[in-house]
């Protein structure tokens, strides 16, 4: 009985070994099948490789690199790429990057809209848009098949902007019935941008201000010259009065004033004749001043020559009233005074810039001299007074006088500047 218990225990062990056994063999069997699998792939993808690179290839290494830093590089050079082009097309203007054979790499959608394809050779795309000449279409068309170099627009710039690398600007391209700024911007020796804007609007304004600003040089024009025409009325009143007063001192008055007039209306006439409104060319002035002066004491004395030796300076209207305004009075006293009798004679005028900022008149005559009790600055009689007050109040200049083998006056003022403003006639 006791023989019988223990064999049947054995049994039951050996069961139970048998079983364990078997799930041991089971799983090992299931990992044998993994790496089976595994292998079977791994062989498979070398017998591929080995079929790609056969003849060649000897040995295949696997070399594992950290590509991180260069993956997010990428990344953010994708995205900078995306950002420009979302920049450039959502631009308002026709605007693409095109490279130096004319090939567009890029056209935002307003390019498109008027002509730009990708890809496209520019001149060709825009040969069927307004933006090209009916001349120029015609030779595009001949010429369909030529490829890249040929930029036949005539108003590109684009070769010249890549061989300078410089911004290069057509500043007026009609097309579309609009008026556009065409810019070429090198963005490297084989890309650049190019972009138009439409100045339409501030062309027609351009225009507008233009003809405003004409009607009112017209309008100053006409001012000066009726100013002129008056002051000349003046001129002839006057003279015509002194020829009619018997009393000597009473015609003087008379001429003096006539003069004067006839100095101020020069200036006007010169105005209005000049192209630039706000300045005198005073070589110009003094000439005519010199003729008429020749001509109003001719009667008097013939024999004086009255000369402009050197003029070399632009003045405004201020300073050319008050300078026309002294030489007259001291060339016409030179006439009246130092060469009595008939007396030859010449009287010379100089104007000329100093220094950038001063100017300095000099009025010499080989008369007489002047008395020896006049003293300029403290003169009893008006037309010293006169002369003097103008140069040291109006012009802030000085003024001196020299006895040498005649007469000699020597002024200088600060030569106040005018912006030259050159108008249309
Ligand atoms: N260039 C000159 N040569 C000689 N004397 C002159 C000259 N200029 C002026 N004078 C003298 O100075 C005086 C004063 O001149 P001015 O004040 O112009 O008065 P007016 O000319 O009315 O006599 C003149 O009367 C003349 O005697
Ligand atoms: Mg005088």
Redesign the pocket.
């Known amino acids: 009985m006791v023989q019988n218990d223990s064999n049947a225990k054995k049994y039951q062990q050996l069961i139970e070994d048998k079983k364990n056994l078997e799930t041991l063999v089971n799983i090992k069997t299931k990992e044998l099948a993994d790496i089976n699998k595994k292998l079977k792939n791994e062989i498979t993808e070398r017998k591929l490789i080995e079929a790609k690179f056969r003849d060649r290839v000897t040995a295949v290494q696997l070399v594992l690199r950290d590509i991180t830093e260069r993956k997010q590089v990428e990344d953010s050079l994708a995205r900078e790429v995306s950002f420009r082009t979302t920049l450039i097309e959502a631009l308002p203007y026709p605007t693409m990057v095109i490279n130096k054979d004319r090939i567009v790499i890029f056209a935002n959608k307003v390019a498109r809209d008027v002509g730009a394809k990708i890809g496209g050779i520019c001149w060709h795309d825009f040969g069927r848009s307004d933006y090209i000449s009916e001349k120029d279409k015609e030779y595009i068309n001949q010429h369909k098949t030529i490829k890249g170099l040929c930029s036949h627009c005539t108003f590109c710039l684009a070769d010249k902007a890549l061989a300078e690398l410089k911004t290069c600007i057509a500043p007026e391209v009609k097309a579309f019935g609009r008026i556009f700024e065409t810019y070429w911007i090198p963005i490297s020796d084989n890309l650049y941008l190019h972009y138009a804007l439409d100045i339409t609007e501030k062309k027609q304004t351009e225009k507008q201000l233009l003809s405003s600003l004409n009607e009112k040089v017209i309008l100053l024009r006409e001012i000066h010259h009726r100013v002129k025409n008056n002051m000349q009325v003046i001129v002839s009143l006057l003279r015509i009065h002194s020829r009619r007063v018997k009393d000597v001192n009473l015609r003087?008055v008379f001429e003096?004033c006539r003069d004067r007039v006839n100095a101020m209306s020069l200036i006007h006439e010169l105005l209005y004749q000049s192209e630039d409104l706000s300045q005198i060319d005073f070589k110009i002035y003094l000439k005519k001043l010199c003729r008429n002066l020749c001509g109003a004491y001719e009667t008097l004395n013939k024999n004086v020559i009255l000369t402009v030796k050197q003029c070399s300076v632009k003045l405004g209207i201020d300073q050319s009233v008050a300078i026309g305004m002294v030489i007259t009075?001291?060339a016409?006293?030179?006439f009246?005074?130092?060469f009595p009798t008939g007396k030859k004679g010449t009287v010379e005028i100089s104007l000329f810039e100093l220094d950038e900022k001063s100017v300095q008149l000099v009025i010499r005559?080989d008369?007489?001299?002047?008395?020896p009790e006049?003293d300029i600055m403290n003169?009893?009689?008006?037309?010293?007074?006169?002369?003097v007050a103008t140069v040291i109040s109006e012009l802030g200049g000085s003024i001196k006088m020299e006895r040498n083998k005649?007469?000699q006056f020597t002024i200088c003022f600060k030569h106040r500047k005018v912006e030259s403003k050159f108008l249309p006639k």
């Open positions: 003087k003096e009075e001291l016409s006293n030179a009246k005074h130092a005559d008369g007489k001299g002047m008395p006049i003169a009893q009689s008006l037309g010293l007074q006169l002369s005649g007469t």
